[in-house]
């Protein structure tokens, strides 16, 4: 049980090692496209997807050899799902470069599906028993066809904001690029939630937290903010500023609040530093470096990820969903959040597609569509799993 544990830890991180080397070629394939010839951007884009290929065989590994060792699929806790989302992610990528043979689409959505891999590492990794509200095969079902769903939308993003890039004037200051610089920003905490939990971890950082009730709740980066009357047990360690508060729900909410913090901070400074160095606004840099891309094509693969996501989020996320629901709860709907949030998803795609097929919605209109519809996703990924308290807070 250990080792296979072990070979599922690394062939998760063989996968992101996979997936960082092959974002390097992608990104070849559009470095000095005025000396580079086709064939060397060609060879590169290759060389790009066969490593990413041979990064998502290494993640499959880890999905299998994770469901070996604890005896049900790996989808029944934050960690894996998350997890398995990034891997829903780099497949639907695979499978649209082979449609569409954009290797731009490797530039953007491999560092996205990184980042959420490296998300996913804030939670606990321990394969635990399952509840017995998640003993059923359709947990696997929903959970498995949601994340699939999810990931093609994704994919949608990706595209939205590469038109963005490309499209949205730059040259001046306008409240489209203010808003696009925004998005850029809050990839860039995302980054830096990865960089920072990263360095923590290899400082092997821990301070440990003792509640009125003599639990301990272990963080693994300076407390900045604690547990409401919890007692620090390290003195040599930095007391925290200021209590969790209330409204933050669950055991847990101290240490994601001061995670969440610190990567807002270290996101802060990282933007800053890129700031300096370009003296633009990052999308403003990057502009240039698109100029060669076909923005039609860019749109069709907007387009075609959310014909191809909506229907699988629909199974997943509502049908699949309330079979589980009546089966496990003895009620197919029951307004909690994540329930809300799906359905609020679901409507906002069904909008989408209407938007686009009725009133021929084209283009920039529908790039920040799917710019907001993943900004709902990731709401419904982090806030309403981490924050709001309903059915889903096992997770």
Known sequence: MSNLTDVSSMALYTAFIFYLVATIFFGATIKDKRTAGTNKKDIAGNIGITITIVGFLAQIVYFITRWVAGGHAP?????????????????????LYFIYRLSVLGLFALPIALL?????????????????????????????????????????????????????????????????????????VVLGFSIITTIFSLMNYEVVFEDVNGEEMSFHMPALTGPAEGTIKDADKMKPFFDTPDWMEGAEAP???????????????????????????????????????????????????????????????LIFAAIWAQIAWDEFWGWDPK????????????????????????????????VIGFAIIMFNVIVVNLVLAGLHSYA
Not at 143 to 172: D, N
Not at 258 to 269: A, D, E, H, Q, R
Not at 304 to 312: A, D, E, N, Q
Not at 350 to 359: G, I, K, P, T, V
């Open 75 to 95: 989808v029944s806790n934050m960690f894996e799902f998350v997890t398995f989302f990034g891997m829903s992610l780099v497949l639907a990528f695979i499978i």
């Open 116 to 188: 959420i891999i490296a998300y996913a590492s804030m939670f606990p990794k321990d394969i635990s028993p399952l509840v017995p509200s998640l003993q059923s095969h359709w947990l696997y079902i929903h959970v498995i066809t949601v994340s699939l769903a999810q990931g093609v939308l994704a994919i949608s993003f990706v595209a939205g904001l590469i038109y963005l890039i490309l499209k949205v004037e730059q040259h001046k200051r306008t409240k489209k690029n203010i808003w696009l610089e925004i998005v850029m920003y809050l990839l860039i």
């Open 255 to 317: 240490r994601k609040l001061n995670t969440l913090i610190w990567s807002f901070m270290t996101g802060s400074i990282l933007y800053v530093i890129i700031r300096l160095f370009t003296r633009k606004r990052i999308a403003a840099k990057v502009q240039p470096l698109l100029k060669k891309i076909n923005p039609q094509l860019v749109d069709e693969v907007m387009y075609r990820s959310v014909t191809i996501g909506f229907p699988l989020f629909t199974l997943g996320g």
């Open 339 to 370: 329930e809300v949030w799906a359905l609020i998803t679901w409507f906002f795609y069904a909008a989408f597609l209407h938007l686009r097929l009725s009133r021929g919605w084209h283009g920039e209109k529908t790039a920040w569509l799917s």
